[in-house]
């Protein structure tokens, strides 16, 4: 038979949805520390038993860690590393969740890409015409290209209409 008191908790705590958030320790168990690396343009987190745990937590060897890299938008996750080992596999697109068994100190590490560019077309003052990218012909409005894609960009003006201006935010 076994008490557990957690004190110092400002929320609510429920552990219904798990078989069991406590394990018991018959045998002596190792204990590794988790370090979290810090990222801009996404997140790292980390999962044990379905709650979320801090840089510098100890757990458990054994312990199934789940790892959740999320990129920000417009982002990609480049990569995802314990220590030196690479978690990725090069088929992961958008947010990206792996399994890691706990053996040794973890020390994670990503890094994220941008992706893709938004491309604003504004047909300014009354002037008719057409704008095409890449042949495409695009209206006025806000667009998404991916990272090295080449535009070139053409103004048709009707007859009588002249002046194409373009410029480029990055």
Do not use: W
């Not at 937590?57 to 480049?78: D, M, N, R």
């Amino acid at each position: 038979n076994c008490v557990v008191t957690i004190t110092g908790v400002d929320v609510n705590l429920d552990f219904t949805a798990m078989a069991s958030p406590f394990v018991a320790e018959t045998e002596p168990v190792n204990y590794y520390t988790v370090n979290i690396g810090a990222v801009t343009y996404g997140t790292l987190e980390v999962y044990l038993n379905g709650l979320q745990i801090r840089s510098g937590a100890q757990v458990p060897e054994g312990s199934e860690l789940t790892i959740v890299a999320t990129p920000a938008e417009h982002y990609k996750v480049e990569t995802l590393a314990d220590g030196t080992v690479s978690l990725l596999d090069g088929t992961e697109s958008g947010t990206v969740e792996k399994p890691l068994t706990v053996a040794a100190n973890v020390n994670l590490t990503a890094a994220f890409a941008r992706s893709e560019y938004e491309v604003t077309v504004d047909i300014l003052g009354s002037g008719k015409g057409a704008v095409t990218i890449n042949g495409a012909d695009y209206a006025a409005g806000t667009y998404v290209m991916a990272v090295g894609s080449e535009l070139t960009i053409t103004g048709k003006p009707e007859a009588g209409y002249c002046k194409l201006a373009a410029h480029s935010h990055h």
